[in-house]
């Protein structure tokens, strides 16, 4: 349940977690996720000022977190996106912002053990995207069940859990909202995220072809200059994880609701392609939407 209120220049968003979420399947979630946003929108806050909203308050009984609201006239990234404006300079500073948290809490004991808990990312994240996609498509299951279990065994840095475009808010300034799965494991799931989500948007918005292209290299370039060379996740294994989340976003839970039916059968196409085939460019990668959009 998310709500806003306002009392003179003052306003605020407040959000409560609930133990199911709005969709048509069953899909049931901890609500002390909210208790792990807050925390993590505090650790983000101290690592990129500025680039995520002010937590003002938190019930932890109810589970309920209360933070600034953006300025009026602010918008998400996906509507921008959607409507043909791609803007890669938005897509660096996400780059740069990402590689900003994972390196700052590479290694780092103390977040480690704040955020152990994988139930929540498990739920949103892995059961509904990768589970499901590897039920539902038998002759993608080995290559699922492999990245899965890689990024299950990987705890490395702060993991944010849904960076894509409808979690980024644009006005004279870029926020980064909605950390409810935030965890200590795997960046590569991150980076995947968004490339996926800019890819898929390839798929929708083909007019837009040139401008997404340089979006997903402005992101993956800023984000690979922002963290050490450890720290960077090989491209054959993360364009895995991009190949199962575009197919996630046609076959499982949570399908995306712009994809109209030929364009699910090209998102299925390119993303099983992807997973199966692992491009070791992102040049490849995206030469493989294009060829499944002929």
Known sequence: MVLAAECGATSVVVKQALPRLRVPELWLAKRERAISEADALVLAATITPGAVPAVLDLDRDNCVLTIAAAPR??????SRLLAGDAEPAIASRLGSILGSWHRATFADEGVARRF???EAFDQLRVD???????HRHPELADAIDAAMTRMEETHVCL???DYSPKNVLVGDGVWVIDFEV???GDPAFDVAYMLNHLLLKLVHVPRSSPELELSANCFWNAYRTAVPAELAPELPYLLGHVGALMVARVDGKSPAEYLAR???EIAREAGSRLLLERPQT???AIETVRRARV
């Open 116 to 118: 152990a808990d994988y």
């Open 73 to 78: 006239g602010w918008s998400t990234w996906k």
């Open 182 to 184: 935030a965890h200590f």
């Open 128 to 134: 509904p995207f990768y589970r499901t996609v590897a």
């Open 159 to 161: 993991v944010h859990g």
């Open 262 to 264: 030929p364009e699910q």
């Open 282 to 284: 992102l040049r490849a």
